[in-house]
T-cell receptor, first 108, second 113 residues
Framework: QKEVEQNSGPLSVPEGAIASLNCTYS??????FFWYRQYSGKSPELIMF????GDKEDGRFTAQLNKASQYVSLLIRDSQPSDSATYLC????????FGTGTRLTIIP | KAGVTQTPRYLIKTRGQQVTLSCSPI?????VSWYQQTPGQGLQFLFE???????NKGNFPGRFSGRQFSNSRSEMNVSTLELGDSALYLC????????????FGPGTRLTVL
């Protein structure tokens, strides 16, 4: 069973701080990972994807992939109240396999 | 470029009925995947279609089926509805390469009474 696991939270972070979201995966077979953001009552929105070991930055978001340790993380710098949402990590094992999501709340 | 569209957005059915949901992918995308999302189970993969062929299938009973047309539009059908089928059904489209990013539609909220 190929799995992607996330801490369901909730995770509370003060406004302006760095939010760190983590995800582990069970099978080294996956080569690509995706982070989605989902607001309550809305569909998931793609934020970042990463294929290679190391960091990938896009604005306030940085995705990190460590294949040796089988974890993926998402850092959100200068957190804003609008970042409050559930963040879903997904790995590609033929099909896209999602974690259960981490609920993030940014406290003003 | 228009996003993924799904119809209908909301649906109420009773147990035993069947339902058909529709998904139109982003123009140029050839792959469509379907997911079921519930508070208890999270986002569960149903199936993926690429160029009218089912490429992957999740662990759902045979009551759940789908198809894709030559214009890449896709439909999914659920027969003999059960109360537990109440969920948000999401469709996502991608270009079709194995590592392509998937983009989600707004979903269809199905309620089974």
């Amino acid at each position: 069973q190929k799995e992607v696991e996330q801490n369901s939270g909730p995770l509370s972070v003060p406004e302006g701080a760095i939010a760190s979201l983590n995800c582990t995966y069970s099978d080294r077979g996956s080569q690509s990972f995706f982070w989605y953001r989902q607001y309550s009552g809305k569909s998931p929105e793609l934020i970042m994807f990463i294929y290679s070991n190391g960091d990938k930055e896009d604005g306030r978001f940085t995705a990190q992939l460590n294949k040796a340790s089988q974890y993926v993380s998402l850092l959100i710098r200068d957190s804003q109240p609008s970042d409050s949402a559930t963040y879903l990590c997904a790995g590609r094992y033929g099909k896209l396999t999602f974690g259960t999501g981490t609920r993030l709340t940014i406290i003003p | 470029k228009a996003g993924v569209t799904q119809t209908p957005r909301y649906l109420i059915k009773t147990r035993g009925q069947q339902v058909t949901l529709s998904c139109s992918p982003i123009s140029g995308h050839r792959s469509v995947s379907w997911y079921q999302q519930t508070p208890g189970q999270g986002l569960q993969f149903l199936f993926e279609y690429f160029s009218e062929t089912q490429r992957n299938k999740g662990n759902f009973p045979g009551r759940f089926s789908g198809r894709q047309f030559s214009n890449s539009r896709s439909e999914m059908n659920v027969s003999t509805l059960e109360l537990g089928d109440s969920a948000l059904y999401l469709c996502a489209s991608s270009l079709g390469q194995i590592d392509s990013e998937q983009f989600f539609g707004p979903g269809t909220r199905l309620t089974v009474l």
